[in-house]
């Protein structure tokens, strides 16, 4: 099974600022990674997929970059509703055997 | 607009099926690309995708659970079911259907969610 790892956990950060999340894979996954917003109370939303590809009304200060085990979610000038848990999923093989990250929470600081 | 929701029990107990239903719109799941799976998130952990069902009716599981799971398909009524057997208190979680949509193939990614429906186990 591959493992995704992000990191950190918890990052605290203002509105206005920048904040760079990480996910790294525990082994080659090309760029078969996608990124989820989740909101309290609302369902997750696919913000990027094959690592860097924005999904349709993802905003332009989403980005992401990375390929092989190491990953990136870029949110440039952090607005208030950028205040959420993030996933990142890997769906490398076939037969799927998809898997999420922890989450790396960003609140307001 | 594509639109999901899911439904189903919200107790059930240890050791009994689970029966959750998803009933979509927006898309028909008769066309090359579409999909719709099943991801759960227990209270406080990460998300774990389960099982998906595409248009063709090629169905996937995830391999721990494969064994436990089964996804169907009804396009007639624009509704996905998914099973789950021998519940335990490790099952309870959120269960979140999904569309996956907008490429052909065999799409990876859950472009689409519903709001998801709390189950939980009982001794």
């Known amino acids: 099974e591959i493992v995704l790892t992000q990191s950190p956990a918890t990052l605290s950060a203002s509105p206005g600022e920048r904040a760079t999340l990480f ?3 525990s082994q080659s ?3 078969n990674l996608a990124w989820y917003q989740h909101r309290p109370g609302q369902p997750p939303r696919l913000l990027l997929s094959a690592a860097s590809k924005r999904a349709t009304g993802t905003p332009a200060r989403f980005s992401g970059s990375g390929s092989g085990t190491e990953f990136t979610l870029t ?4 607005q208030s509703e950028d205040f959420a848990v993030y996933y990142c999923q890997q769906y490398h093989y076939w037969p799927p055997e998809d898997t999420f990250g922890q989450g790396t929470k ?4 | 607009q594509i639109t999901l929701k899911e439904s189903g029990p919200a107790l059930v107990k240890h050791t009994q ?3 959750l239903t998803c009933t979509f719109s927006g898309f028909s799941l008769n066309t090359d690309g579409e999909g719709v799976g099943w991801i759960r998130q227990p209270p406080g952990k990460a998300l774990e995708w389960l099982a998906l069902v595409y248009w063709n009716d090629d169905k ?3 391999p721990s659970l494969k064994s436990r799971l089964t996804i ?6 624009n509704q996905v079911v998914l099973t789950v057997t021998n519940m335990d208190s490790e ?4 269960y979140y259907c999904a569309a996956y949509y907008g490429s052909s193939g065999y799409r990876r990614v859950a472009d689409y969610w519903g709001q998801g429906t709390l189950v939980t186990v009982s001794s």
Request: proline share 0%; with cysteine; hydrophobic share 25%.
């Open chain 2, 72 to 77: 169907t398909k009804d396009t007639s009524k």
């Open chain 1, 75 to 78: 949110i440039t000038s952090l």
């Open chain 1, 106 to 109: 960003l609140d307001m600081k």
């Open chain 1, 29 to 31: 996954i090309n760029s």
């Open chain 2, 17 to 19: 099926t689970l029966t």
């Open chain 1, 23 to 25: 996910c790294r894979a």
């Open chain 2, 60 to 62: 996937r599981y995830t």
């Open chain 2, 91 to 94: 099952d309870t979680a959120t």
